[in-house]
């Protein structure tokens, strides 16, 4: 276990060498152009008939079934898990809950089951046990030899069935991305299942997951599952059953491309500080999405060409990451209190996982005593003289974004 470094030093009494000239700008808020389909107005039951509908003939009765659940901040979690949970069980199987969310929590069984029950995932909420365990076994492998992990509690069942918000990755590109195909290799696979396939570069990480998926399928223990899709007002507008031959195939495709026109864009080809309120792992497996700041930091995946953002400063983490803040190296200032809630065990963990994408996005970013001097610091080292207006936009978080509050330079 890592020992906690200690920012003591940096009370608020510490005087830093900031220009007295530079203020923080007044902000106002504006309110994002965004798509707004209608929400799903009950998703339980939404969900349920949706399993009906795919899954009619296909399951047996009595069939074990290890239901997907991941680390994730989706919208409705517990009534899509609920809702599938109570499909299955109507077509006759027996399905229980596996946390399918590779090396969060700690890296262990304990540690991912917090993680649920912090999300409200509980087995009285779901209405189903949850077997946790971080051992795995080989089922499959690649064309290539890779070789394809489950938990052995999954591996065990019958059939698998991710259930998973469907949404641009942030580590690479390509027809399929953080969906069920990714929980059902990744999630599925704990600490090696995750680090095999974060391990390499964006284009590899592309194919092995779409091969994955492939060898899993061809062993008959994908069942399917529960994708569903977000609108930037964090409302569930989509949720689609899929078969086996769904998951990696033209329909989650089609998913992919359907929420990565829901991304929420900030409207600025440039800006000089930009300042997150919050940051956490239900909001982004990387704390802040690189789909909405244009940083991704991995080798071999270019950033967005805008927003170009010189300084972050990022305020808080939410509480449901319990430590874990891989993807703190985007921000280039911190206050001293968010910096002592670091869990640098977890953190680290998460970034071996993540292999070449976990290198920068771990580095540890400027810790000053507290939010006005992340910012004026930020501001006075922005580029931008002394007596020159800054742009500056202040967001909640880069997940569900409907408005920003911006400098007068940006209206």
């Known amino acids: 276990m890592l020992a906690p470094m200690g920012w003591d030093q940096l009370d608020a009494g510490i005087s830093l060498p900031v220009d007295p000239r530079i203020q923080i700008p007044e902000l106002h808020e504006i309110h994002l152009d965004v798509a707004d389909p209608a929400a799903i107005t009950d998703l339980e039951s939404s969900t349920h008939a949706e399993v009906l509908k795919a899954l009619a003939g296909r399951v047996t009765s009595g069939m074990t079934v290890a239901v997907g659940a991941g680390s994730r901040g989706l ?4 009534e899509l898990l609920r809702g599938t949970i109570s499909g299955l069980r109507a077509l006759g199987a027996d399905p229980f809950v596996v946390p399918a969310m590779g090396s969060h929590g700690g890296a ?8 649920l029950e912090s999300l409200g995932m509980s087995e009285a909420a779901l209405d189903a046990e949850i077997r946790a365990t971080m051992d795995t076994v080989e089922v499959a492998r690649t064309a290539s030899g890779m070789p394809i992990y489950l938990d052995s509690h999954a591996a065990g069942a019958d059939a698998i069935f991710p259930v998973n918000r469907i949404k641009p990755h942030t580590c690479f590109k390509g027809p399929i991305e953080s ?8 999630g599925f696979g704990k600490q090696p299942g995750a680090a095999q396939i974060h391990s390499c570069g964006p284009e590899q990480m592309r ?10 399928r061809a062993t008959g223990r994908l069942l399917g599952g529960v994708a569903s899709v977000e609108a930037a007002h964090g409302d569930v507008v989509r949720v689609q059953a899929l078969r086996s031959e769904d998951v990696g195939g033209p329909a989650e495709e089609e998913l992919t491309e359907y929420a990565r026109d829901l991304i929420p864009r900030l409207p600025f080809d440039e800006i000089d500080v930009l300042i997150i309120d919050k940051g956490g792992k239900d909001i982004s497996g990387t704390t802040m999405d690189p789909n909405v700041t244009g940083r991704f930091w991995v ?30 190296g985007f921000a280039d200032f911190i206050p001293a209190a968010l910096a002592q809630q670091i869990d640098w065990h977890k953190t680290y963990v998460n970034c071996f996982t993540a292999g070449p994408s976990g290198l920068r996005r771990a580095r540890m970013p400027m810790v000053l005593p507290d939010e006005e001097s992340c910012i004026k610091a930020a ?6 003289g002394i ?15 409907t408005r920003c509050w911006v400098s007068e330079a940006l209206l």
């Open 75 to 78: 919208t409705g979690r517990v």
């Open 207 to 216: 194919d092995r997951l779409l091969d994955g998926i492939a060898a899993l």
């Open 179 to 186: 969906g069920c195909t990714k929980m059902a290799v990744v």
């Open 387 to 401: 007596d020159e207006p800054k742009r500056v936009v202040r967001i909640e978080s880069t997940l569900h974004l």
């Open 299 to 328: 080798p071999g995946l270019a950033d967005l060409p805008q927003p170009q953002v010189t300084a972050i400063v990022l305020c808080s983490m939410t509480p449901i990451s319990g430590g874990n803040l891989l993807g703190i």
């Open 108 to 115: 262990t069984g304990p540690g991912q089951v917090a993680m």
């Open 379 to 384: 501001l006075s080292m922005c580029g931008r």
